[in-house]
């Protein structure tokens, strides 16, 4: 995650709130796999505070920050298997951690809030993983998203 900074502040103010708030959600999650010895409220509060000095308070403090983090971590077993379905020939132990994050939110918006277009959903991923991952990640990602949205579509 060494662009995060430098992705932050190269679109500081011409990105959307929600987007900022996924950039946040984001990093969290991923500091939430390396620490699961602690409980989640704790974590997140903790990540909030040291946040609180370059991310803007009106970020910070939003609900769908807290509640995308709870609902990732109340799911996270259906989110994992729907990401081991498709992630084909990758076994999910060897799936980079911050593509894992960028997938568990995805997935968790496209099957838990219906308000936001599949196509937002996928999109708001990939740029997600520009300044957090690579470019191989990014048709990763992009594959097992359209193999998750198609079979919620044909329910």
């Given at each position: 995650?060494?662009?995060?900074?430098?992705?932050?502040?190269?679109?500081?103010?011409?990105?959307?709130?929600?987007?900022?708030?996924?950039?946040?959600?984001?990093?969290?999650?991923?500091?939430?796999?390396?620490?699961?010895?602690?409980?989640?409220?704790?974590?997140?509060?903790?990540?909030?505070?040291?946040?609180?000095?370059?991310?803007?308070?009106?970020?910070?403090?939003?609900?769908?920050?807290?509640?995308?983090?709870?609902?990732?971590?109340?799911?996270?077993a259906?989110?994992?298997?729907?990401?081991?379905?498709?992630?084909?020939?990758?076994?999910?132990?060897?799936?980079?951690?911050?593509?894992?994050?960028?997938?568990?939110?995805?997935?968790y918006?496209?099957?838990?809030?219906?308000?936001?277009?599949?196509?937002?959903?996928?999109?708001?991923?990939?740029?997600?993983?520009?300044?957090?991952?690579?470019?191989?990640?990014?048709?990763?990602?992009?594959?097992?998203?359209?193999?998750?949205a198609?079979?919620?579509?044909?329910?």
């Open positions: 995650m060494e662009n995060e900074q430098d992705c932050r502040q190269e679109h500081k103010g011409t990105i959307s709130k929600r987007r900022q708030q996924r950039q946040c959600i984001i990093e969290f999650l991923y500091m939430w796999q390396v620490q699961r010895d602690m409980p989640v409220e704790t974590l997140l509060k903790t990540y909030l505070e040291e946040k609180s000095g370059e991310v803007d308070a009106e970020i910070l403090q939003a609900e769908f920050i807290s509640e995308a983090v709870l609902g990732v971590v109340n799911h996270e259906f989110i994992d298997d729907k990401i081991q379905k498709f992630a084909k020939n990758w076994a999910f132990d060897r799936i980079a951690k911050v593509d894992l994050a960028i997938l568990r939110l995805a997935i918006e496209l099957c838990f809030c219906p308000g936001t277009p599949v196509p937002v959903v996928i999109n708001e991923a990939l740029e997600l993983s520009k300044c957090y991952s690579s470019e191989d990640s990014k048709r990763f990602i992009n594959g097992i998203l359209d193999h998750v198609k079979e919620d579509l044909n329910k």
